[in-house]
């Protein structure tokens, strides 16, 4: 299984281009490189090592009892020394002692946003380490990581500070912190210094550092992680595509189909019930016009009925029945539009039944019938070269 290791500065995704290593099924480095993720090689393992300021150190003091009480009263411990409410924050134990616990705390809502990010581009995250675990640790010295202008001093096993490396200048929190430990009797007896690539300028470093010795190391190799690597996402964060996630969200998509495909037999089922009341309360209410204005009829088609009865009273008006010859022709120009000038070539009418023979490429047959259609004539083709239809108002 291929592992693709991250290295996530505070400004990503902001900032989308990170350094990476593809590590191999043997944990060797196969090909590494600084892109953005659409140009990240492909693996089976996604995980990422956070650096700078999002990422902070503490030593807190726990009750001497079992670790689940431990882990019960981490919040509160962590209360005294954070600037923010604690159930804001997500610690992980790096180390467990009988009374001091060393955690690491990164912000919920940054965790939170990371891994939704990476599982909106595909690449969930299956660990999420400590830039600290991956610093080398030198007895009784510090030893400053630089990272373009990042940089991560380990002090301890489990202390270290994020600082600034702006264009190779020397760190001033790392400067000032030294200030401190030699007020304090703990001044480290040198600092050495990793970079990724080098960036530092060497001479100003050696000026601001004074009489501390710097000892320039070997290229800093941050993607090397401990066997008991301390993984954050625990808890609420814990890998949830590595549980089972898939066959519960196919789950969680068939039921959701299921009710769509319920919900939409149901929405049909009432849709034909509401139509057929309609068309059922229509029928009565011809059946009651037929009745009311043609005593004595029985009905037995009551629109064909009231249909002709409104033709026979046309003509006996002097009107045009809409089956008559010139009401037919009238239909049949409206339909053709644009192209019934010299279109009709023959024209028979008899017992309100008309047939033409259009010119070719006059109309297209399917089209006109169903413009027809719309005006109530039904039309049958009888020929299609040339277009002879067979047309009637339908009752």
Not at 169 to 174: E, Q
Not at 176 to 204: F, I, K, Q
Not at 307 to 313: D, I, T
């Amino acid at each position: 299984m291929k592992t693709l290791r991250l290295l996530i500065a505070e400004n990503w995704p902001e900032r989308p281009e990170t350094a990476w290593v593809l590590l191999g099924e043997d944990g060797k480095p196969e090909a590494q490189g600084t892109s953005d993720p659409r140009h990240w090689p492909a693996a089976q393992r996604t995980e990422a090592i956070l650096l700078g300021a999002q990422i902070s150190l503490h030593t807190v003091r726990v009750p001497r009892t079992n670790v689940r009480e431990q882990t019960r009263a981490l919040g509160f411990a962590l209360e005294e020394l954070l600037v923010r409410e604690a159930d804001s924050q997500h610690a992980t134990a790096l180390a467990r002692g009988e009374e001091q616990w060393a955690v690491a705390v990164v912000a919920r809502e940054r965790l939170r946003r990371l891994v939704a990010q990476f599982a909106a581009i595909l690449r969930p995250l299956d660990g999420a380490y400590v830039v600290a675990q991956t610093v080398p640790l030198h007895e009784g010295a510090w030893t400053v990581a630089v990272h373009d202008q990042e940089a991560w001093v380990r002090t301890g096993p489990c202390s270290g500070f994020a600082d600034d490396v702006v264009a190779g200048t020397p760190p001033v929190l790392t400067l000032a912190a030294l200030d401190s430990a030699r007020a304090a009797g703990t001044l480290p007896h040198s600092v050495h210094v990793v970079e990724t690539a080098p960036v530092a300028d060497r001479n100003a470093w050696t000026e601001a550092f004074g009489v501390m010795p710097l000892e320039w190391d070997d290229e800093w190799q941050w993607h090397l992680l401990p066997m008991d690597a301390a993984n954050l996402l625990q808890g609420e964060f814990s890998p949830r595509h590595r549980r089972g996630t898939t066959w519960k969200m196919m789950k969680m998509a068939a039921i959701v189909a299921g009710a769509a495909l319920a919900l939409h037999l149901v929405l049909g089922i009432g849709d034909v019930l509401i139509k057929r009341s309609r068309v059922t309360n229509a029928r009565a209410e011809m059946t009651q016009l037929l009745r009311s204005q043609m005593p004595g009829v029985p009905a037995l088609d009551p629109a064909a009925q009231l249909h002709r009865e409104v033709n026979v009273q046309r003509a006996a008006r002097g009107q045009l029945a809409d089956d008559d010859l010139l009401a037919m022709l009238d239909d049949l120009s409206n339909a053709l539009g644009a192209d019934a000038t010299s279109a009709v070539q023959t024209l028979r009418f008899e017992n309100g039944s008309l047939e033409v023979t259009l010119v070719s490429g006059k109309a297209d047959p399917a089209g006109l019938m169903q413009r027809l259609a719309t005006r109530g004539i039904k039309a049958a083709s009888r020929d299609s070269n040339p277009l002879h239809l067979v047309m009637r108002r339908e009752a």
